[in-house]
């Protein structure tokens, strides 16, 4: 009886804490100042959404370049470890015995980043063109960018992150495979599945009588699992797992390739948190091959059923392409790929049966990473324009998350503030459970991990209800 007695108080002082926190956050909700720094103290649990080249901060990678003494293209802001035969590049040293080294700093960091932007070229080309050309001071360096991340995401009370670190390198010959992106894309463009099927049937066999399996042994033990050993990224404080993904600009072929290797790294390694795809959504062969794609997950689940896998789909907007192609994408990623959580999913409205995709979603706990202000910026959707009311009235599973803080000049803290003040009806107690879908729907594989997260993340509410308990 006693037990049971001090249970209860617990649970109502829980419920108390809980409560004032609510209370004061109403009180707060117009003001930016007084959000941020309440939600830079709430626990915010994990990001699942998150790349991690376009997550590390513009000032590291310069400092990195001129360090280095890198060239820079004085027209793109490219960088380049070497001098390129083409265009107009100057070293770093150069340019700083030229005293013009602090004008070209100036434009690297509005070219990297969407720092200062001012609409001189559109949104999607800044965001999506910065990744080339910051790509070599990455290189070689991703120890230092990890420790970045691990170091803000404590600082800011994120507990995990579930990153998108690298492509896994392979310099396996498939020419010699090439006949099957013509005969590939013939049977995409009549939607014979049956067909597509049979032909990566043969291609998955010729792949792995290359030895795709050695790529992804590489990249799990000497690359993936030595940085993260070598780095202590793992502590009471803070978890970081890793997504493989493949690009989907590629020729069929070499994305195939790729995409049972990724399937294989996250078949063997615990690391590994699943598979995705990347690259604009908007782009030529995302389009064409979007279909072929989604056939593509779908048969390496078949063959890797253990592995999951989140999708980018339905990154996409009017205007930015036709009405039609709105209409199919986050059905394709659902109902053939199978994908595990949706990424962005902007276009959910315009997508054919919405509301039976949303009760599919809802019912089979399929959540949405919504990335506020990655689509602010890249699609120009805020606000009762963006469809995060319509997935919560879908009662769909939300997480919240950055997408590319360091490009964006972001945060996961703006994220929650901006979520608190634009919808208002959204109360703490939901807030909270966002919160804790960043941990219950992570890929994790290590089920132990998971709850000890959880855990951690109950003590860690606990300690911050408090503050508010007399108030």
């Known amino acids: 009886m006693t037990r049971i007695i001090t249970l209860f108080c617990i649970f109502i002082a829980q419920i108390s804490f809980s409560q004032s926190a609510e209370s004061y956050l109403e009180k707060i909700r117009n003001n930016e100042a007084l959000l941020t720094a309440f939600f830079q103290q709430m626990p915010k649990g994990g990001d699942l959404h998150h790349h991690f080249s376009g997550s590390v901060y513009a000032e590291p990678l310069l400092e990195r370049a001129i360090a280095e003494d890198f060239y820079l293209n004085l027209e793109t802001m490219a960088v380049s470890k070497t001098k390129p035969a083409k265009g107009n590049w100057q070293t770093f040293s150069s340019l700083k015995n030229d005293e013009k080294l602090e004008y070209y ?24 063109d910065s990744f080339m050309k910051f790509e070599p001071t990455i290189k070689g360096h991703f120890a230092e960018g990890m420790l970045e991340l691990k170091k803000r995401a404590i600082a800011e009370n994120v507990s995990y992150i579930e990153t998108q670190l690298s492509t896994i390198p392979c310099d396996m010959n498939v020419s010699d495979l090439n006949d099957f992106n013509t005969k590939l894309r013939q049977a995409s463009i009549q939607k014979d599945e049956k067909t597509v099927l049979k032909l990566l049937d043969e291609l998955y066999n010729a792949i792995q009588k290359k030895d795709a399996k050695k790529y ?56 590994t948190a699943g598979v995705n795809i990347v690259s604009p959504e908007h782009g030529e062969n995302s389009m064409k091959d979007y279909w072929l794609h989604m056939v593509m997950f779908k048969y390496c689940h078949s063959k890797f059923p253990e592995v999951k896998y989140t999708l980018h789909a339905g990154e996409l907007t009017l205007g930015l392409v036709q009405p039609e192609d709105l209409t199919w994408h986050i059905n394709d990623a659902i109902y053939i790929a199978g994908a595990k959580r949706i990424g962005h999913g902007v276009d959910i409205a315009y997508e054919a049966n919405s509301y039976d995709l949303l009760k599919y979603m809802s019912k089979n706990n399929i959540p949405i990473e919504i990335n506020l202000v990655s689509n602010e ?66 890929f994790i594989q290590d089920e132990a991990v998971k709850k000890q997260l959880t855990k951690d993340l109950d003590n860690r509410f606990k300690t911050f209800e408090a503050k508010f308990s007399k108030n």
């Open 377 to 442: 910026f890249i699609l120009k959707v805020k606000e009762n324009r963006h469809p995060f009311t319509l997935y919560k009235e879908f009662n769909v599973p939300i997480v919240i998350s950055t997408d590319d803080a360091g490009i964006l000049r972001s945060n996961m803290t703006e994220q929650y503030v901006l979520l608190a003040k634009r919808y208002q009806d959204v109360s703490y107690a939901t807030i909270k459970q966002y919160v804790y879908n960043s941990i219950n729907y992570s």
């Open 105 to 128: 700093q100036q434009q690297i960091m509005q070219t990297w980043s969407v720092k200062d932007y001012n609409g001189s070229v559109p949104s999607d080309d800044q965001f999506f």
């Open 216 to 271: 992804a042994d590489d990249f799990n033990n000497n690359f993936l699992a030595k940085l993260h050993k070598d780095l202590k990224i793992d502590d009471e404080r803070f978890t970081m797992r890793y997504q493989n993904f493949v690009l989907r600009f590629m020729e069929p072929v070499d994305l195939f390739k790729n995409l049972v290797i990724a399937f294989i790294s996250s078949n063997e390694s615990k690391l």
